[in-house]
């Protein structure tokens, strides 16, 4: 599915092919909760990071948490204007890119379940919305996007 998105206030833009389009990741993490986090999560997709296509690059920063006082690998970009986080890339899974379904502007396809990790970091506010089919994970789940998909039948568009 080819997905477009951008920052609030539109100074950078991107699109790119997703043969996951679908925004079924929660992840409650301490990074993700206070950098993205309206509900205490972020929701992630992933999209296909050769073909992520950039406008307004310049107003783009990067960071890199620190973790027990060391800097990830992991890079969080963001826009440098109004604040909007855009997506993760982690040079560990160089194929993909790890998108914030909040700064997608394409409609997306409703996920027929959802994937609940780093349960064990979640704020003490937040009552996560698990529903009957949705998976949880203390820490990361062990299963794939790719065979999360294969396995709910879930075909790429």
Known sequence: MFLEGACHCRAVSFSLESPHPYPYQRCYCSICRKLNGGGGYAINISGEAESLQVEGDEHKGIYHPLIEGQPTIGERHFCRECG??????????????????????????????????????????????????????????????????????????
């Open 84 to 157: 909007t986080s855009l997506w993760v890339f982690d040079s560990r899974w160089p194929a993909l890119v790890h998108l914030y379904a909040s700064a997608i502007d394409t409609p997306l396809p409703r996920a027929p379940e959802h994937v609940h990790i780093m349960l064990d970091s979640k704020a003490d506010w937040v009552t996560p919305d698990i529903q009957e089919n949705d998976q949880c994970f203390a820490q990361y789940p062990e299963e794939s996007i790719a065979a999360w998909h294969s396995r709910l039948g879930l075909q790429q568009t």
